[in-house]
């Protein structure tokens, strides 16, 4: 008899020994007091199925759901709010720069460009997806999951305009299947 670990990808065994038992229990419990969200769908559907061509579909739409709902939830400068982030980034001044970082109106400018970043992306994934272009799909995911790359960060940001979600966990864990989505895409292991 075969191990059945053996024939996991080393990635995904490294994700579920790190991640398995908080995000399972941490899921339980958010999911037992609240109504299904789009990082709710996303979660389960990260563990749930296989990297198929419908099951990356349906990833897709639930990535898109998932940005469309934390960017509705992120505050928004006001137009003279935005002229300060975008007159302060043009400064070659670190005390500048390390004053504008640290402020509520950079965290709100950073969300709303990750997330709003996330909705251009994805119909570029679906349209690969509708085309039956591998490649192309497999690029998009990557693609996606750069926007997530400085989790630690949008987890300040969200922590300093007093977002009620917790990005970093969950984005950690959607970056990471975003890439396994990519190599299942080109691999075709998840097709048969």
């Excluded at 670990?5 to 339980?28: D, Y």
């Amino acid at each position: 008899m075969t191990n059945p670990v053996a024939k996991m990808p080393f990635a995904l065994l490294t994700l579920g020994l790190m991640l398995g038992p908080a995000t399972t229990a941490a899921h339980s419990q958010a999911t037992a007091t609240a109504p299904p969200s789009a990082e709710g769908e996303l979660f389960r559907l990260s563990f749930d199925h296989a990297f198929n061509p419908a099951n990356r579909v349906e990833l897709a739409r639930r990535f898109e759901a998932y940005c469309r709902e934390v960017l509705d939830t992120v505050p928004t400068n006001t137009p003279a709010e935005d002229a300060w982030v975008t007159a302060e980034s043009k400064t070659s001044d670190i005390k500048r720069i390390n004053r504008l970082v640290s402020t509520k109106e950079w965290a709100r400018h950073r969300l709303k460009e990750t997330f709003s970043e996330c909705l251009q992306k994805v119909p570029l994934l679906q349209k690969a997806q509708v085309n039956n272009a591998r490649s192309a799909e497999a690029v998009q995911f990557i693609s996606l999951a750069y926007s997530f790359n400085q989790v630690a960060d949008l987890a300040v940001f969200a922590k300093r305009v007093d977002l009620k979600s917790e990005l970093a966990v969950p984005l950690n864990l959607f970056r990471q299947t975003l890439m396994i989505a990519a190599m299942r895409t080109l691999d075709g292991l998840d097709d048969k």
